[in-house]
């Protein structure tokens, strides 16, 4: 018996038959929900308070970032810790009067200015805060 692809083709096949698919192995585990760290339902919670929060008007509904609006959100560690972004989130302005020195991370500039969330409890910060370094968007 043997078997029309052979071993060493399994792997390539797979890849290309996931490309035409228009399924990668990202794509793949952001369907499942998986973010490091957080359980299925913490994710669930953080992708609602991300909507809720109406992040996505100006960052993208994916985070993919708007051009001349706001950055993409991928990609934030290790500049940004869970920390730092609760702070940045509860009060854009606030944050960067009291860190003068922790710049943007392009130089790109932007029309729109980020409101403060500072109607976010404390837990949801720091879930909306892992939920972004863990990758949750990107
Ligand atoms: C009115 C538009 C607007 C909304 C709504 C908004 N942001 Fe922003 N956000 C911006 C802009 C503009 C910047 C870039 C500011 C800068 O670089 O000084 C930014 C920057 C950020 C950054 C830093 C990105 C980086 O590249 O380092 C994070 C993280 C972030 N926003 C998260 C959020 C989250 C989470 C929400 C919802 C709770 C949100 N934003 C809602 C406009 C917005």
Do not use: K
């Not at 913490?42 to 609602?48: G, I, L, P, Q, T």
């Not at 994916?62 to 706001?70: D, L, M, Y």
């Amino acid at each position: 018996m043997s078997f029309p692809i052979h071993g060493e083709w399994l792997l390539p096949t797979a890849l290309v038959l996931m490309a035409v698919s228009g399924c990668s192995p990202r794509s793949g585990e952001a369907a499942t929900g998986r973010v490091s760290g957080l359980t299925g339902d913490e994710v669930a919670r953080a992708r609602s308070l991300y909507e809720n929060a109406a992040c996505g008007v100006c960052h993208g509904d994916s985070g993919e970032g708007v051009e001349q609006s706001a950055p993409a959100l991928g990609g934030l560690e290790p500049y940004w810790t869970a920390e730092r972004l609760m702070e940045y989130v509860r009060d854009p302005a606030a944050f960067r009067a009291a860190n003068p020195d922790f710049g943007a991370r392009s130089d790109v500039t932007y029309e729109l200015e980020m409101p403060a969330f500072d109607y976010l409890s404390e837990d949801e910060l720091r879930l909306l805060a892992r939920w972004l370094l863990g990758g949750g968007l990107s």
